[in-house]
């Protein structure tokens, strides 16, 4: 799901930030909102469990994520729902009645949603939001627009949005999860002021495959489940009939 460094997320949630002009519904890989690469200042132990997270993520290529996320004092609990492969993607987000829906192939990508998930999640415009009806919009590869989708939104932003930057003191702990023995990272850092906490629970035994992640910062907590890591995904376009081009909504 990736920046240079990690954005709360409270601002332009995660999978509800635009690219360049395309309103990108967010990025499940950015939308879990960190990035990094081994911290170099902590124990061997917890550098060689972050390398090795990383590796293991990758090697996988797929993986479904369910996002939750709620802030205090907003009504309901915005849901970010998809399946995330190296060069493919299939994502949901919903808050209350607003929903949107998101695509990504090798070819094109492609949104659609209700006017409310039209204007909320992927910013348009009343007049584009007319434009839009009942069809998915593409935008095809090659546009600056579906390069940044694509690279929000597919599997090689993962380890840098799940992974504590270089920066960050880890400390690791252990602990059982619905009987399961597992291994917690856990990290503190500050952006802009904000304090962010964050865990993330892996196995203790076989590929330290990511289980769960929390995120906190106030007034915002959300919640990450991944599962389904290597499984097949296969997304495919709408069909022809449904779809208008990108520059049709915004000319």
Same mark, same amino acid.
């Given at each position: 799901?990736?920046?240079?460094? @990690?954005?709360?997320?409270?601002?332009?949630?995660? &999978?509800?930030?635009?690219?360049?002009?395309?309103?990108? &519904?967010?990025?499940?890989?950015?939308?879990?909102?960190?990035? %990094?690469?081994?911290?170099?200042? *902590?124990?061997?132990?917890?550098?060689?469990?972050?390398?090795?997270?990383? =590796?293991?993520?990758? /090697?996988? %290529?797929?993986? @479904?994520?369910?996002?939750? @996320? !709620?802030?205090? %004092?907003?009504?309901?609990?915005?849901?970010?729902?998809?399946?995330?492969?190296?060069?493919?993607?299939?994502?949901?987000?919903? !808050?209350?009645?607003? +929903? /949107?829906?998101?695509?990504?192939?090798?070819?094109?990508?492609?949104?659609?949603?209700?006017?409310? $998930?039209?204007?909320?999640?992927?910013?348009? +415009?009343?007049?584009?939001?007319?434009?839009?009806?009942?069809?998915?919009?593409?935008?095809?590869?090659?546009?600056?627009?579906?390069?940044?989708? #694509?690279?929000?939104?597919?599997?090689?932003?993962?380890?840098?949005?799940?992974?504590? +930057?270089?920066?960050?003191?880890?400390?690791?702990?252990?602990?059982?999860?619905?009987?399961?023995?597992?291994?917690?990272?856990?990290?503190?850092?500050?952006?802009? $002021? =904000?304090?962010?906490?964050?865990?993330?629970?892996?196995?203790?035994? $076989?590929?330290?495959?990511?289980?769960?992640? *929390?995120? *906190?910062?106030?007034?915002?907590? =959300?919640?990450? &489940? #991944?599962?389904?890591? $290597?499984?097949?995904? !296969?997304?495919?376009?709408?069909?022809?009939?449904?779809?208008?081009?990108?520059? =049709?909504?915004?000319?």
């Amino acid at each position: 799901m990736v920046r240079t460094r @990690r954005s709360p997320p409270g601002r332009a949630p995660k &999978a509800l930030r635009r690219a360049g002009t395309f309103a990108v &519904a967010g990025g499940l890989a950015l939308a879990l909102t960190a990035c %990094g690469a081994p911290p170099a200042h *902590n124990s061997p132990a917890e550098t060689a469990l972050v390398k090795a997270i990383r =590796q293991a993520v990758l /090697a996988k %290529g797929t993986v @479904r994520v369910v996002i939750h @996320r !709620h802030q205090k %004092g907003k009504n309901g609990v915005e849901i970010l729902a998809g399946d995330i492969g190296s060069k493919s993607a299939d994502e949901s987000i919903t !808050h209350l009645s607003a +929903t /949107a829906s998101i695509r990504i192939t090798p070819t094109a990508a492609y949104f659609t949603g209700n006017p409310s $998930g039209l204007k909320t999640f992927l910013g348009l +415009t009343d007049k584009e939001v007319g434009r839009v009806g009942h069809h998915w919009v593409e935008d095809k590869a090659g546009s600056k627009q579906y390069k940044q989708l #694509f690279q929000a939104d597919t599997m090689s932003s993962l380890p840098d949005s799940l992974l504590p +930057t270089s920066s960050d003191a880890v400390k690791m702990t252990s602990s059982t999860v619905g009987g399961v023995k597992v291994k917690v990272l856990s990290w503190t850092e500050s952006v802009s $002021g =904000q304090k962010i906490s964050e865990q993330l629970v892996v196995p203790a035994s $076989g590929p330290p495959l990511p289980l769960s992640e *929390n995120t *906190n910062v106030k007034p915002i907590n =959300q919640t990450t &489940a #991944f599962s389904a890591w $290597g499984e097949h995904l !296969h997304v495919v376009a709408p069909p022809a009939a449904d779809v208008i081009a990108y520059s =049709q909504v915004t000319g």
